[in-house]
């Protein structure tokens, strides 16, 4: 599981997707977006940084068992199963209840198996396979007594740079990856979150850029973020005066910045629910004006 000494040991020597990929690229000296001003005042520049303790994931051996996941609503948009599903995945918000979904969090005394049949909301399911290399990701992810169904199934190869076919959604909205955006333990006990964040955003544009691959919006204004858009903190943000596990955030911010992944409240990481990750509460000191949007190459 995702908040487990083992988890931590295995993902300080694992490597998510090339460093040349998109996710690890360092852009604090990128070029600041003409459009810069216009796109974080959509947003909200009053706007707080908020968080979303949502996207777990678990770890699977190699010889893991598959088991066919039946997609409902997006299977022409989906990768084929078999996938390597325990029986103890956990389903987004598990087991911790942060979240901007309330209606989407465990009740209390509700045991994983039955969130994993009852739960509501985006339901995401995150499957990492270290040794084969995969990642599997599932939009509204459900266990039935006929099996796993899900309205969306994507697997990434974590040793490529290949993007999705043009115009596919993922379990993001963007088409892009969750896992290699999430704050983990073992990152913020490091000091430093060394990939771009995932972020979400209320309003978007009906366009996306590169890395992301689908848009989720109806709206033509270009000062709306696109899908993939990237934002990071201003280099003259000072950090110091955080709590630790806040600070490796901040740093991250300002270096790999974070992608706009998909709609929803504005401004909301994604990070592990993770007992362990402390002081996120000081993030709200962070405000919309502190970012800015990164130029394309």
């Not at 295995?10 to 810069?36: C, G, H, K």
């Amino acid at each position: 599981m995702f908040d487990t000494p083992e988890a931590d040991r295995i993902l300080t020597t694992m490597q998510v997707f090339p460093p040349d990929n998109p996710w690890n690229e360092n852009i604090a000296d990128r070029p600041v977006d003409p459009m810069s001003d216009a796109i974080v005042g959509s947003i909200g520049r009053d706007g707080r940084l908020g968080f979303n303790l949502d996207m777990n994931f678990v770890i699977v051996p190699p010889n893991q068992p598959r088991v066919p996941v039946r997609v409902l609503l997006y299977p022409e948009e989906s990768d084929p199963g078999p996938f390597p599903i325990p029986d103890t995945a956990p389903i987004e918000n598990w087991p911790l209840t942060h979240n901007e979904d309330r209606g989407a969090l465990p009740k209390p005394g509700m045991t994983l198996a039955q969130f994993q049949r009852e739960g509501s909301g985006d339901r995401h399911l995150i499957v990492v396979d270290p040794v084969n290399g995969r990642l599997h990701e599932f939009w509204q992810a459900r266990r039935t007594e006929n099996g796993w169904q899900a309205s969306q199934a994507s697997t990434f190869d974590l040793t490529s740079n290949r993007l999705r076919p043009e115009r596919w959604t993922s379990a993001d909205a963007a088409g892009l990856p969750i896992f290699p955006a999430v704050v983990r333990f073992d990152e913020v006990s490091r000091g430093l979150v060394r990939h771009a964040l995932r972020v979400t955003v209320r309003r978007t544009r009906r366009a996306y850029v590169y890395p992301a691959r689908h848009f989720a919006s109806q709206h033509t204004d270009a000062a709306l973020p696109r899908m993939g858009e990237r934002l990071r903190l201003r280099r003259d943000f000072d950090v110091a005066a955080f709590p630790p596990h806040a600070q490796a955030i901040l740093r991250g911010l300002q270096q790999y910045g974070m992608f706009v992944a998909d709609n929803g409240a504005n401004w909301l990481l994604s990070i592990a629910p993770d007992r362990r990750i402390q002081g996120l509460d000081s993030l709200a000191r962070v405000k919309g004006s502190d970012f800015e949007v990164v130029g394309a190459k």
